[in-house]
């Protein structure tokens, strides 16, 4: 499977973000599918992800200002931020949990820049 990801780029403070993760093909046995991000000097830490259900989980930075939804028939995921501040320019990555039975395969997308800017 393949992760294709857009909608980066510069955004002002304030403003808002939305981001596409396209599969490339249909997934099956989902686990999560969402987005990472890693800031300058930072690791990586999660941003928001949704389950086969449909059960979304933020990280408690973006919580009460984003959500996250899934087109199962498109294959993709969106997510999309408001209030954007100076914190969240860092690099998004989508990611793709998948059950292979008896253990779980991640995939990663190439990353996305999104800078904030005054």
């Known amino acids: 499977v393949q992760l294709q990801a857009s909608g980066g780029g510069l955004v002002q403070a304030g403003g808002s973000l939305r981001l596409s993760c396209a599969a490339s093909?249909?997934?099956?046995?989902?686990?999560?599918m969402g987005w990472y991000r890693q800031a300058p000097g930072k690791e990586r830490e999660l941003v928001a992800h949704?389950?086969?259900?449909?059960?979304?989980t933020y990280a408690d930075s973006v919580k009460g200002r984003s959500t996250i939804s899934r087109d199962s028939a498109k294959n993709t995921v969106y997510l999309q931020v408001d209030n954007l501040n100076f914190a969240d320019t860092a690099v998004y990555y989508c990611?793709?949990?998948?059950?292979?039975?008896?253990?779980?395969?991640?995939?990663w997308g190439q990353g996305t820049l999104v800078t904030v800017s005054s």
């Open positions: 990611h793709l949990e998948v059950s292979t039975g008896w253990r779980t395969k991640e995939y």
């Open positions: 093909e249909r997934v099956f046995s989902l686990v999560t």
């Open positions: 949704i389950t086969s259900g449909g059960s979304p």
